[in-house]
T-cell receptor
Framework: EAQVTQNPRYLITVTGKKLTVTCSQN?????MSWYRQDPGLGLRQIYY???????DKGDVPEGYKVSRKEKRNFPLILESPSPNQTSLYFC??????????????FGPGTRLTVL | SQKIEQNSEALNIQEGKTATLTCNYT??????LQWYRQDPGRGPVFLLL?????KEKRKERLKVTFDTTLKQSLFHITASQPADSATYLC??????????FGTGTRLTVIP
């Protein structure tokens, strides 16, 4: 089944404890992206990647890191999480050679709480 | 920066009626506009894409219009059903940039 998977789905952590949220897609998509969704603010892009080893900042990149060593994986890293990073996170991917202007396939989401 | 407004946070309509959701944008003209459906606790699901040179797009009971003069897109669901109840998001793509999402409209179709 074609899909985007994220792990973990739920995570409660404490301030300052490094964490990684994994994202993997099995559709051979080149473009991948991370979003956070907060009430009243909608989906905001954190980072995106046009291809392997190519990443760039979105609208709200502060406090986050990403890497793209393989086409299928795009992990989101929080080196020192803070309570304002409590949010619902989504990973998304797009078909080859189309970037963000074609349909995005979203993962199921990761609900992160930072205490 | 790009600003996107969806007409209301919540919209209630009677089953069988046509639901009309609005997406207004400011500052820049998008090259593409997309609509997504999001159910509680799930990721958004793509529904339709309309390009800047297109006026209207249809898919089954869904219709999207795009008016670059008014800077507005309308999303219609005809013969609405309770199963259409969800939050609907519009998203704009501007050339050389990425997708910007609106905050969504929560649609409830009342049986």
């Amino acid at each position: 089944e074609a899909q985007v998977t994220q792990n973990p789905r739920y995570l409660i952590t404490v301030t300052g404890k490094k964490l990684t949220v994994t994202c993997s897609q099995n559709m051979n998509h080149e473009y991948m992206s991370w979003y956070r969704q907060d009430p009243g603010l909608g989906l905001r892009q954190i980072y995106y990647s046009m291809n392997v080893e190519v990443t760039d900042k979105g609208d709200v990149p502060e406090g986050y890191k990403v890497s793209r060593k393989e086409k299928r994986n795009f992990p989101l890293i929080l080196e020192s999480p803070s309570p304002n990073q409590t949010s619902l996170y989504f990973c998304a991917s797009s078909p080859p050679l189309s970037g963000p202007y074609n349909e995005q396939f979203f993962g199921p989401g990761t609900r992160l709480t930072v205490l | 920066s790009q600003k996107i407004e969806q007409n209301s946070e919540a919209l209630n309509i009677q089953e069988g009626k046509t639901a009309t959701l609005t997406c207004n944008y400011t500052n820049y003209s998008p090259a593409y506009l997309q609509w997504y459906r999001q159910d509680p606790g799930r990721g958004p699901v793509f529904l339709l894409l309309i390009r800047e040179n297109e006026k209207e797009k249809r898919k089954e009971r869904l219709k999207v219009t795009f008016d670059t003069t008014l800077k507005q897109s309308l999303f219609h669901i005809t013969a609405s059903q309770p199963a259409d109840s969800a939050t609907y998001l519009c998203a704009l793509y501007r050339r050389g940039n990425n997708l910007f999402f609106g905050t969504g409209t929560r649609l409830t179709v009342i049986p």
